[in-house]
């Protein structure tokens, strides 16, 4: 079982940053895959970016990370715009593989609101 809380999220103008945080809990953190999806308002969650245990990644413009030590993974956010709000999830799945689909996905964090105003 793997619990999953995130932070980081907030209010930023267009063109800002945020640094979003995920911490696991639980063990056998290594031999999970991360990832972070999004969902605004009225729209289907899509996918934002993942991260294998060896730090093969699949990203967008937003650059995710991992430090296995300390069971976090971030997602670093920049040139941010307002089409970016939304709430930010962070999932997780015990594979070595780098998944996309949120269905392949077992854990998922209660997620964290970003809004970035115009």
């Known amino acids: 079982q793997v619990q999953l809380v995130e932070s980081g999220g907030g209010m930023v103008q267009a063109g800002g940053s945020l640094r979003l945080s995920c911490a696991a809990s639980?063990?056998?953190?290594?031999?999970?895959?991360m990832a972070w999806f999004r969902q605004a308002p009225g729209k289907e969650r899509e996918f934002v970016a993942a991260?294998?245990y060896s730090g093969v990644s699949v990203k967008g413009r937003f650059t995710i990370s991992r430090d296995n030590a300390k069971n976090t993974v971030n997602l670093q956010m920049n040139s941010l715009k307002p089409e970016d709000t939304a709430v930010y999830y962070c999932?997780?799945?015990?594979?070595?593989?780098?998944?996309?689909?949120?269905?392949?996905?077992?854990?998922w964090g209660q997620g964290t609101q970003v809004t970035v105003s115009s």
């Open positions: 999932a997780a799945r015990r594979t070595m593989l780098v998944l996309t689909s949120l269905y392949e996905y077992e854990y």
């Open positions: 639980g063990r056998s953190f290594g031999t999970y895959t």
């Open positions: 991260i294998s």
